[in-house]
Structure formats: C-alpha cells, structure tokens
C-alpha cells in the first residue's frame, strides 16, 4: 500500500506554468509505473503522462512538448511541469503509481489537485 499526496494545483492564466508534485508515503523505486491523469468537469479520467522506473516517458497528445513528467525516487516524488497552460487543460490531475501498468494492474490514487486555467 501508498499514499500519495498531490501539491502545487491552482489558478493560472492562459499561457502560464504550474508545477504539480506528488509526495509517496513510501520508497516509490519498487512502483514500476507513475503517472498523471486529469479529470475535466463532465469528463472521464484521462492520462496525461506516465513515467517508468526506467524513466521511460508516454504523453498525451494534447500535452507533448508542454508538459514534462520526472520522478525524484531518493525523494520518493514525482512531479509535472506545466509551461503553456491552456483552457482545456483545467481540471482535477491525479496522480497514479502502479507495481505494474497502470489502470491495468493494482493502481494507487492520490486525492487530486484542482488546476485551472482562465484565459
């Protein structure tokens, strides 16, 4: 079992940056997978960008060469960067850790962060 904590949500302009973290309550180095999903008002859960232990990373297509996703496992945190924010990217992103792929195999969820982005 692991918890995960997510920070760093907020009010943004259109253009703008965030950076959302991810705080694991454990060594994240045995969770193969990691991930950022969000949730649009109305909307199903989508994925934003997964990294492996090998630090193999997958975007959405919506994101990629926006968003960067890293993991810090000294630190057990992952995080994402946000540059470019744009409308459609509001909504509450939640992070993810699978032992195996996620949404697939067992996955851990943290509560969420709202992000929004006026423009």
């Known amino acids: 079992q692991v918890q995960l904590v997510e920070s760093g949500g907020g009010l943004v302009q259109a253009g703008g940056s965030l950076r959302l973290s991810c705080a694991a309550s454990r060594s994240i180095a045995s969770i193969y997978s990691m991930g950022w999903y969000r949730q649009a008002a109305g909307k199903q859960r989508a994925l934003v960008a997964t990294?492996?232990?090998?630090?193999?990373?997958n975007y959405a297509d919506s994101v990629k060469g926006r968003f960067t996703i890293s993991r810090d496992n000294a630190k057990n945190m992952i995080y994402l960067q946000m540059n470019n924010l744009k409308s459609e990217d509001t909504g509450v992103y939640y992070c993810a850790g699978s032992p195996g792929v996620l949404r697939t195999d067992r996955t851990y969820w943290g509560q969420g962060t709202q992000v929004t982005v006026s423009s």
């Open positions: 990294i492996n232990s090998g630090a193999t990373t």
